[in-house]
């Protein structure tokens, strides 16, 4: 039997540490998320030994997450210099810079690590991140492919890769990426819902109204149970989505949300600015314009050029977080939307709204607030998604989302005092590889 070293201890007492135990008790200290004491004893490391990748590569990421990038990146540059074959610092890197927004050093960091270690699987899962983002899914979906190639194991790839195949219309295979998602990636929660929305788009209604019962029977406090259950089974549906639901909806996706858009071939900000330009014409300028349920700002520059004022108003922070950066806006307030038209009678030469009123049923009061809201004279510009009902109203859609008959439509602004110049249909984005289609609503207030 071989015998255990004792530890040596120095003249306080205290037990003495190889650097290679001083940084195995660190990442230790790190998975228990103890990150100012694992940061304290990596830095007293490379006092130590200042060349050590290792180290230096733990410091960096320990300092993303207890600092933020910027104060991370020189660290792992050092630690890539160090170690230049390393691949994972070099995807670590990619990672900082992303957070930095430099994104072509992201991508020269994570093609770097796949180089040297075509293996290694999470450059490929970041890398795919950035390229759907510029929208090319096809190259995204294979470097997914890729990523769980290598590591079958990968749950945040299965994840990202069903999510791609349940927007381009193969809902059977994102099924079996979700489930491999849920073994692998146990401590964290796939989105239910998309879950739900695979087996319903595959053709298993039966199974997605079972999975959603059972979901919101568990989850009895859930705004986005609740809803979805809703939505499939056309059981207590209600006149609008609950703001909770929105809110934590948008919250949850606001540092995704523009890259999934752009993915869905977006168009409903572009069309919105359009219909804004036509009502008030192309050199209109100086105008008071409120973005109702702006997002992350996606119709900002659409709406800015015509703009004395241009305000803001969402639900979500996160997405209120995401507009505020773009630096476009005078205003931005987290409201709701009726309460904020209300508030603000003749605030507003013109009302724009893309994609908003998708989370609304009943639209009387949306329209009243609106019409209080505008000057005479003024203009509101809105999206909702079309229902071809002619008869009927509204109705929500098994995505959790309501659709529009335009009859209904017209009949709500001419109610509030509204003249339609428009009601045309669009496309407003794809979906499971079918086209939303939307109508476009451009009607001005009385003078």
């Given at each position: 039997?071989?015998d255990?070293?004792?530890?040596?201890?120095?003249?306080?007492?205290?037990?003495?540490l190889?650097?290679d135990?001083?940084?195995?008790?660190?990442?230790?200290?790190?998975?228990?998320?103890?990150?100012?004491a694992a940061?304290?004893?990596?830095?007293?490391?490379i006092?130590i030994?200042?060349?050590?990748?290792?180290a230096?590569?733990?410091?960096?990421?320990?300092?993303?997450?207890?600092h933020?990038?910027?104060?991370?990146?020189?660290?792992l540059?050092?630690?890539?210099?160090?170690?230049?074959?390393?691949?994972?610092?070099?995807?670590?890197?990619?990672?900082?810079?992303v957070?930095?927004?430099?994104?072509?050093?992201?991508?020269?960091?994570?093609?770097?690590?796949?180089?040297?270690?075509?293996?290694?699987?999470?450059?490929?899962?970041?890398?795919?991140?950035?390229?759907?983002?510029?929208?090319?899914?096809?190259?995204?979906?294979?470097?997914?492919?890729?990523?769980?190639?290598?590591?079958?194991?990968?749950?945040?790839?299965?994840?990202?890769?069903?999510?791609i195949?349940?927007d381009?219309?193969?809902?059977?295979?994102?099924?079996?990426?979700?489930?491999?998602?849920?073994?692998?990636?146990?401590?964290?929660?796939?989105?239910?819902?998309?879950?739900?929305?695979?087996?319903?788009?595959?053709?298993?209604?039966?199974?997605?109204?079972?999975?959603?019962?059972?979901?919101?029977?568990?989850?009895?406090?859930?705004?986005?149970?609740?809803?979805?259950?809703?939505?499939?089974?056309?059981?207590n549906?209600?006149?609008?989505?609950p703001?909770?639901?929105?809110?934590?909806?948008?919250?949850?996706f606001?540092?995704?949300?523009?890259?999934k858009?752009?993915?869905?071939?977006?168009?409903?900000?572009?069309?919105v600015?359009?219909?804004?330009?036509?009502?008030?014409?192309?050199?209109?300028?100086g105008?008071?314009?409120?973005?109702?349920?702006?997002?992350?700002?996606?119709?900002?520059?659409?709406?800015?050029?015509?703009?004395?004022r241009?305000?803001?108003v969402?639900?979500?922070?996160?997405?209120l977080?995401?507009?505020?950066?773009?630096?476009?806006?005078?205003?931005?307030?987290?409201?709701?939307?009726?309460a904020c038209?209300?508030?603000?009678?003749?605030?507003?030469?013109?009302?724009?709204?893309?994609?908003?009123?998708?989370?609304?049923?009943?639209?009387?009061?949306?329209a009243?607030?609106?019409?209080?809201?505008?000057?005479?004279?003024?203009?509101?510009?809105?999206?909702?998604?079309?229902?071809?009902?002619?008869?009927?109203?509204?109705?929500?859609?098994?995505?959790?989302?309501?659709t529009?008959?335009?009859?209904?439509?017209?009949?709500?602004?001419?109610?509030?005092?509204?003249?339609?110049?428009?009601?045309?249909?669009?496309?407003?984005?794809?979906?499971?590889?079918?086209?939303?289609?939307?109508?476009v609503?451009?009607?001005?207030?009385?003078?």
């Amino acid at each position: 039997m071989q015998d255990v070293k004792p530890p040596e201890i120095d003249e306080d007492g205290n037990a003495l540490l190889s650097v290679d135990e001083a940084i195995a008790m660190a990442r230790e200290l790190v998975r228990k998320k103890q990150l100012k004491a694992a940061a304290g004893l990596l830095e007293n490391v490379i006092e130590i030994a200042p060349d050590n990748a290792d180290a230096l590569s733990c410091l960096g990421v320990v300092r993303f997450h207890l600092h933020g990038a910027e104060s991370s990146v020189e660290t792992l540059k050092r630690a890539a210099k160090v170690a230049p074959r390393h691949a994972g610092i070099r995807n670590n890197l990619g990672n900082a810079y992303v957070e930095l927004g430099d994104i072509d050093a992201a991508v020269n960091a994570y093609d770097k690590a796949i180089e040297l270690d075509p293996d290694l699987a999470d450059p490929y899962c970041n890398l795919a991140s950035i390229v759907k983002h510029a929208g090319n899914v096809g190259f995204a979906e294979k470097l997914l492919r890729k990523a769980v190639e290598v590591n079958p194991e990968f749950g945040v790839a299965h994840q990202n890769l069903a999510a791609i195949l349940l927007d381009s219309g193969r809902a059977r295979e994102a099924i079996d990426h979700f489930w491999k998602a849920i073994v692998h990636w146990p401590d964290k929660a796939v989105p239910a819902h998309f879950l739900a929305l695979a087996y319903w788009f595959a053709g298993l209604k039966d199974v997605a109204i079972d999975f959603v019962k059972k979901w919101a029977d568990a989850n009895p406090h859930d705004p986005q149970a609740q809803h979805m259950r809703a939505s499939m089974t056309g059981e207590n549906v209600p006149e609008r989505a609950p703001d909770v639901y929105v809110s934590k909806l948008f919250d949850t996706f606001a540092g995704s949300f523009d890259a999934k858009l752009e993915s869905l071939d977006y168009r409903a900000p572009e069309i919105v600015g359009a219909a804004v330009r036509d009502a008030v014409g192309a050199d209109a300028s100086g105008l008071a314009v409120l973005d109702a349920g702006c997002g992350t700002g996606k119709c900002a520059k659409h709406l800015k050029p015509h703009a004395g004022r241009l305000d803001g108003v969402d639900l979500s922070e996160g997405m209120l977080a995401k507009a505020a950066k773009l630096g476009a806006y005078d205003r931005l307030d987290r409201a709701e939307l009726t309460a904020c038209l209300r508030a603000r009678p003749d605030g507003y030469d013109v009302i724009a709204s893309a994609d908003t009123l998708c989370y609304f049923g009943r639209l009387e009061e949306f329209a009243e607030g609106a019409a209080k809201a505008l000057r005479p004279g003024g203009v509101l510009v809105f999206t909702v998604e079309a229902m071809d009902d002619a008869d009927g109203s509204f109705r929500l859609a098994v995505n959790g989302r309501y659709t529009h008959c335009e009859a209904y439509v017209r009949r709500c602004l001419a109610a509030a005092g509204f003249s339609v110049s428009s009601c045309g249909r669009e496309a407003l984005r794809s979906e499971n590889a079918e086209p939303v289609i939307g109508l476009v609503v451009t009607a001005r207030k009385a003078a």
